[in-house]
């Protein structure tokens, strides 16, 4: 039985400088707390 695929990226470089600097750093503007409000009262209006 063939064994399952287990997918993943992998950074290394700038990339994952940035990457490990966005994970450290998690501050928001107010235009992604918008966005996240926003989508938050659809959600709460239509839930699945």
Excluded at 7 to 25: P, R, S, T, V, Y
């Amino acid at each position: 039985m063939a064994k399952p695929t287990r997918l993943g990226i992998i950074l290394d470089g700038a990339d994952a400088e940035e990457f490990w600097k966005n994970e450290e750093d998690v501050t928001f503007t107010e235009e992604q707390l918008e966005f996240y409000k926003n989508a938050r009262r659809v959600y709460k209006e239509h839930p699945l």
